[in-house]
């Protein structure tokens, strides 16, 4: 999770001069995007592969915040900041910071309940996640995992947790209600970003040390399928019957069809993609580049960036950071 700090390199941000506070569109659809050196959550009013991305916030998050989970219901945002060992919630219709939660060790990847609550948080240094109540911020709880968990994702049932566990290339499967580990599933090499389908039955692994993503079928609790991908993959989206994986080191999306698992697209994006999402309709896929201090925006239709917006100081955006607005 070390990395070296890297300098702001955009100049040319006029917004970063104050923290700026717009009306949201109504029905629209917003990114929650972690600036780590920035210290700060910009947010990004959505339009879609349609019309451009405009930035319309700015959320001082201290601690240099990595992970986000967005609540369901858009009410929350939950950001972890691994230098300020710190869980943060914020509201995201007064852009306000309501708590900030210690949770100590090195808080990384984070998810989120279907019901807002419980929150969990990945300690990379202590082989564990760290369950917060929001509500209850005093009574947090433990579940072990397996060495160095980066992403972490939730059922839509709640019904149980996965994390990808890097340094022992494998995904823990967790019952949420027990919070009792119940599998171990081996993956490919240094899995980080962890994302499931909508219906639950699938996981799918960015695997940064084999440049490959395992599909997992979460029932069974095997490894089901492996896709070669680019150098260094971070993070997965999935679009309708299509799937994009963030490639850090080569600056680039692949997308591959998650029925056949056959090769679409190779996608230049801007350098050392991180953060990946889909839009509600998947007409769009939104990355974030942290060396760019950038997001792009993908029609899932033509499979080619239509918009590039620079969004602040080395944006991470590890997790589901798109919220739709009431």
């Known amino acids: 999770m070390a990395r070296l700090r890297r300098a702001a390199v955009v100049a ?13 569109p109504s029905g629209a659809a917003e990114a929650f995007i972690t600036n780590q050196p920035g210290n700060e959550v910009a947010v990004v009013a959505l339009n879609g592969a349609a ?20 609540s369901q219901d858009g009410s929350r945002a939950f950001v972890t900041s691994p230098e300020g ?14 708590k900030r939660i210690p949770v100590g060790g090195g808080p990384l990847g984070v998810a989120v309940a279907p019901s807002g609550k ?7 240094y202590a082989a564990r996640l760290v369950v917060v109540d929001p509500d209850r911020p005093d009574d947090l709880r433990i579940v072990h995992t397996g060495a160095s968990p980066s992403g972490v994702a939730v059922t839509p049932d709640g019904a149980l947790v996965l994390s990808a566990d890097r340094d022992d290339d494998q995904v823990s499967i967790i019952d949420a209600a027990k919070l009792e580990r119940l599998a171990v599933v081996k993956v490919g090499t240094r899995p980080f970003g962890i994302t499931l389908s909508e219906d639950g ?29 680019g150098n260094r993959p971070y993070a997965v989206a999935l679009a309708g019957p299509l799937a994009f994986v963030t490639n850090q080191y080569a600056g680039t999306v692949s997308v591959f ?10 996608i230049s994006v801007g350098e050392y993609p991180e953060g990946i999402a889909a ?45 739709r607005t009431p």
């Open 12 to 24: 040319g941000l006029a917004a970063a001069a104050a923290f700026l506070v717009a009306p949201r």
């Open 51 to 70: 019309a451009p991305p405009k930035l319309v916030a700015r959320i001082p998050v201290p601690g240099e915040p990595a992970g986000i989970a967005v």
């Open 85 to 98: 060992k710190a869980l943060s919630v914020i509201d995201t219709a007064t852009r306000q910071v309501e």
């Open 118 to 124: 419980p929150v969990y948080v990945a300690d990379w």
């Open 201 to 229: 039955r699938t996981a799918y692994t960015a695997n940064v040390g084999s440049d490959d993503v395992s599909v997992i079928d979460v029932a069974t609790r095997k490894v089901v399928g492996t896709v070669k991908v």
């Open 257 to 266: 069809d998650t029925t056949t698992l056959a090769p679409r697209a190779t």
């Open 279 to 323: 839009s509600e309709d998947g007409r769009a896929v939104y990355v974030v580049n942290w060396f760019d201090n950038s997001m792009s925006v993908i029609d899932t239709q033509t499979l080619k960036v239509v918009s590039t917006l620079e969004v602040g100081d080395g944006p991470r955006a590890f997790g589901l950071f798109l919220r």
